[in-house]
């Protein structure tokens, strides 16, 4: 746990640090590599759905192991945000979902998060997950965990 906490503390360090804002999507004639980050058994609450446009210079990828996440490619901005949904929709607290664009300091969406919320009678907030992006030449570091004031024993 601690060499986790040490490396994420030292990769938190590295690249710019980017900005979400409420967003919709724009050009659905775009193709997206769908990334599902988490919800790896029935009380995983660390999920995420991260939509990166196809066809332009940046890749997202998920600072977790391998099992950590799935990564579906070539998929419409339709198929795409389906099957975010589902994935994201399956806890029986969960209440409705947030689509917000990666921009860069710019204000250029690179990529869509689509995270739940969750009732917050539950966990006493309805968002629960604290999502860094960081990026590093063409490569976004996707950096999820559950907020601090989240307990295992809550889950």
């Given at each position: 746990m601690l060499i986790s906490?040490?490396?994420?503390?030292?990769?938190?360090?590295?690249?710019?640090?980017?900005?979400?804002?409420?967003?919709?999507?724009?050009?659905?004639?775009?193709?997206?590599?769908?990334?599902?980050?988490?919800?790896?058994?029935?009380?995983?609450?660390?999920?995420?759905?991260?939509?990166?446009r196809e066809g332009d210079r940046y890749t997202f990828e998920p600072f977790a192991p391998k099992?950590?996440?799935?990564?579906?490619?070539?998929?419409?901005?339709?198929?795409?945000l389906e099957e975010a949904g589902k994935f994201i929709s399956w806890h029986n607290s969960f209440h409705h979902s947030q689509m917000r664009g990666i921009i860069d300091e710019h204000g250029n969406i690179l990529g869509y998060e689509v995270r739940p919320l969750y009732l917050p009678l539950t966990f006493g907030i309805d968002d629960i997950m604290d999502i860094d992006y960081r990026m590093r030449a063409d490569k976004i570091a996707v950096i999820a965990r559950l907020k601090p004031l989240i307990q295992p024993t809550q889950l």
């Open positions: 906490i040490l490396i994420i503390s030292k990769n938190l360090g590295r690249g710019k640090l980017l900005r979400t804002v409420p967003a919709e999507i724009a050009d659905i004639a775009d193709k997206f590599t769908l990334i599902l980050y988490g919800g790896e058994h029935s009380n995983d609450m660390e999920a995420v759905a991260i939509l990166d099992f950590k996440y799935v990564v579906k490619r070539g998929l419409s901005a339709k198929e795409a």
